[in-house]
T-cell receptor
Framework: EDQVTQSPEALRLQEGESSSLNCSYTVSGLRGLFWYRQDPGKGPEFLFT???AGEEKEKERLKATLTKKESFLHITAPKPEDSATYLC??????????????FGKGTHLIIQP | DSGVTQTPKHLITATGQRVTLRCSPR?????VYWYQQSLDQGLQFLIQ???????AKGNILERFSAQQFPDLHSELNLSSLELGDSALYFC????????????FGPGTRLTVT
């Protein structure tokens, strides 16, 4: 069974204090790893897709990286508007077709001014 | 705004009742996915449709069913509702069955009393 574990569960940072969120996964065959941002009561907002170990993607203050066992979401000089829950998800090969994503429980990030 | 629309935003109903949630995918997307998000389980994949046909099933209960219509909108039917079915229900869409990025709608909050 595919498993996705995110750590820490919650993280409180000061504005400008850089940090990293971790997503470790155990899957039979990784098709892709996804990062989403979710604000309270809203739908997840797509951030990145990573397909193979060594791949990196950046968007504003966020940078996602992927190894064979885990992914990191690095947040550089965060601002209060970066406060949200960050979700990691995997999609695996299962006989063709795109199946649903398996999500981790998320990291609740709070950036204090 | 992801381009995925869901109605209604909120739904309050009693145990034993039946409800229908509606989703319209982004323009051009052929795949629709349904997810359930509860506090204890996190985001869980329920079912996927592609161009009107069921494509993949996740943790969907037998009391739940879905369909995708010729105009590509989808409906999720929940019957014999229990208190534990109270959750946020999200619809997501993607271009095709093997396209990986899924874009989520704003969700329907279901409360069963």
């Amino acid at each position: 069974e595919d498993q996705v574990t995110q750590s820490p569960e919650a993280l409180r940072l000061q504005e400008g204090e850089s940090s990293s969120l971790n997503c470790s996964y155990t899957v039979s065959g990784l098709r892709g790893l996804f990062w989403y941002r979710q604000d309270p009561g809203k739908g997840p907002e797509f951030l990145f897709t990573l397909y193979s170990a060594g791949e990196e993607k950046e968007k504003e203050r966020l940078k996602a990286t992927l190894t064979k066992k885990e992914s990191f979401l690095h947040i550089t000089a965060p601002k209060p508007e970066d406060s949200a829950t960050y979700l990691c998800a995997v999609q695996t090969y299962s006989g063709g077709g795109a199946d649903g994503l398996t999500f981790g429980k998320g990291t609740h990030l709070i950036i204090q001014p | 705004d992801s381009g995925v629309t869901q109605t209604p935003k909120h739904l309050i109903t009693a145990t034993g009742q039946r409800v229908t949630l509606r989703c319209s995918p982004r323009s051009g997307d052929l795949s629709v996915y349904w997810y359930q998000q509860s506090l204890d389980q996190g985001l869980q994949f329920l079912i996927q449709y592609y161009n009107g046909e069921e494509r993949a099933k996740g943790n969907i209960l037998e009391r739940f069913s879905a369909q995708q219509f010729p105009d590509l909108h989808s409906e999720l039917n929940l019957s014999s509702l229990e208190l534990g079915d109270s959750a946020l229900y999200f619809c997501a869409s993607s271009v095709g069955p093997t396209t990986y990025e899924q874009y989520f709608g704003p969700g329907t909050r279901l409360t069963v009393t």
